[in-house]
């Protein structure tokens, strides 16, 4: 037996007191029960554990072993952290606030090489996630009719394999929208049960419903403006490098099932990713919202941005306070972190992909240039 091994089995069963109550939680985010202690020193133990050996923990206990090295430490850390804090009768911080997540990707009308498309929204899929039970529980699915181009492009049908036909015989944005605001009454979602948009990114909110809206000339619906961006929950999470849905399903160990660019099947897939999320310990929360500024002066103006957004009551988890301030060190530069409140962050009505900037750090730029390649990767 390896020497980590005989370091996990001791702290697999802690003689510890029970508590009972929160861990003290310092100013500067450190956690001083004992407890907490003892999951740090688990975690570096578990750091130190080969990709094998990981892999052959995490069939000892029954879980899954597939999935990049970084995925499988965080799912063998989280195991272990379960077990003990329940073991503590102590409430484990970096909940999933919801009791539900809307799982959204729109498809829209588009163009090869054209950045300046007035995109419509062709496709309204949901896939509804309980929480608790970490399945998908309903969906929505329905196809729109565009206004501005009903011709839909050939480039736009090899793309998303929605025909002709399909959108003709559908219904315009805002009678979908109805339907959608039925069935969230229907499922009591943001009466009875809470709910988060989550999405892929932050452009199917902030572009794609912001602009239907616009040009719809109808409100965005509250619900929508403020989301989960997956990629960014994953790449906090697990430590892995940001892309699209298939690149986060292969570190997973998994596949994408379905056609990619269809929208029903590429927000199952990512209701798929969220659920191993969810299992593997991760608190999906909101972290994007999009800012909407009227200009009454300047006549019609209006003005719109993404920016981080953070659930008053999230917690992060001891090690995720440990890795905030590793990042935050490493990189002095953080484009989250170190964005003043007046600057905009994205100006999408100025925004087109002929002018956006490249940025030397791939990672922080979420410009749908880097979206769509990133779909590719
Ligand atoms: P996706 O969720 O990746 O399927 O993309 C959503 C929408 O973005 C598509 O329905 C298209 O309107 C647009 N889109 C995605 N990839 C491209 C691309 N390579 N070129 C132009 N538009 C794209
Ligand atoms: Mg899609």
């Keep these: ?14 003689e510890e007191p029970t508590t009972g109550t929160k861990p003290k939680v310092y100013k500067d985010g450190q956690y001083n029960d004992p407890l907490y202690k003892k999951l740090s020193k688990i975690n570096g133990e578990i750091n130190k554990l080969t990709k094998v050996e990981l892999q052959g923990k995490l069939k000892e206990h029954g879980l899954d072993s597939r999935g990049l090295k970084e995925v499988l430490k965080k799912r063998l850390k989280n195991h272990y952290r379960r077990r003990n804090l329940r073991k503590s009768k102590m409430k484990t911080s970096g909940k999933t606030l919801y009791d539900y997540l809307a799982v959204i990707d729109f498809e829209a009308t588009c163009d090869e090489n054209n950045p300046s498309y007035r995109h419509e929204i062709i496709e309204f899929p949901i896939v509804l996630v309980d929480v608790d039970k970490m399945e998908i529980v309903s969906k929505f699915h329905e196809y729109v009719k565009p206004i501005v181009n009903p011709k839909l492009t050939k480039f736009c049908t090899k793309l998303t394999g929605i025909t002709q036909d399909k959108v ?47 040009e719809s000339d109808i409100e965005m619906p509250a619900w929508s403006k403020k989301w989960v961006n997956i990629r960014k929950s994953y790449c906090n999470f697990y430590h892995c490098g940001r892309g699209g849905i298939e690149v986060m399903l292969k570190n997973l160990g998994m596949k994408f099932e379905g056609s990619p660019h269809s929208g029903i099947d590429d927000s199952i897939n990512i209701s798929r990713i969220a659920i191993k999320m969810l299992n593997d310990g991760c608190g999906l929360n909101v972290n994007e919202h999009i800012q909407i500024k009227y200009h009454p002066h300047e006549t019609g103006t209006v003005s719109a941005r993404y920016e981080p957004y953070k659930e008053e009551c999230v917690n992060d988890s001891e090690e995720e306070e440990e890795d905030q301030k590793k990042k935050k060190s490493e990189k ?21 992909l002929n002018d956006v900037e490249k940025g030397d750090d791939d990672e922080d730029f979420d410009d749908l240039l880097t979206y769509y390649k990133l779909q590719k990767t």
């Design 1 to 14: 037996m390896a020497s980590n091994d005989i370091q996990i089995e001791y702290f697999k069963n802690p």
């Design 168 to 214: 003709d015989k559908a219904d315009t944005f805002p009678v979908v929208l109805e339907r959608v605001e039925t069935w969230l009454q229907d499922h009591q979602l943001g009466a009875e049960k809470s709910f988060a948009v989550l999405t892929d990114g932050p452009w199917d909110m902030f572009r794609f419903m912001y602009y239907q809206c616009k």
């Design 332 to 352: 002095t530069q953080d484009k989250w972190e170190n964005e003043s409140h007046d600057t905009f962050v994205n100006e999408i009505e100025k925004l087109t």
